[in-house]
């Protein structure tokens, strides 16, 4: 008698949650959005994919001291525990890896340990991509 009294609430708890709606109509809901009433005027197509310069061709610094820029995705990740492009740039794998090596400006030893202040690459650096369309206006160095 417990097994079936336990069955049947369990037949009618999976029923309860099915997700079915009644048989009475519900009302809609109105929801509103912070625009007001205002269409969207304009649908503009996806803007191109960015293009990476080939290996060993790098774009020229617009500025003195400027950081030299990253010739591929900066989506490495970068915790405190790990920082992803040392598994390129640190001095033992570098050469190997055909990247750009660490500066000695970055590093506080001879083994390569980077300097807390540039822990974060992508703080300085940035992907040197090339975009058919401009996303954002620049008018630096005009």
């Known amino acids: 008698m417990k097994k079936l009294l336990t069955l049947a609430a369990i037949v009618f708890a999976v029923a309860g949650c099915s997700g079915q709606n009644s048989s009475e109509a519900t009302a809609p809901v109105n929801v509103k959005s912070l625009a007001g009433d205002t269409t969207v005027p304009v649908t503009l197509p996806a803007a191109e ?26 989506d490495y990740p970068i915790t405190l525990k790990r920082n992803t492009c040392l598994s390129c740039h640190a001095w033992g794998k570098a050469e190997r890896m055909h990247a750009t090596a660490i500066p000695k400006s970055h590093v506080i030893d001879d083994n390569g340990t980077l300097n807390g202040r540039n822990y974060s690459c992508n703080q300085c650096h940035v992907p040197q991509a090339s975009n058919k369309q401009a996303i954002v206006g620049n008018g630096f160095g005009e």
Do not use: D, F, T
Not at 59 to 69: C, E, G, S, T, V
């Open 49 to 74: 994919m960015a293009q990476y310069p080939q290996k060993g061709h790098a774009i020229a610094r617009n500025y003195a001291q400027q950081p030299p820029l990253i010739p591929h995705k900066a």
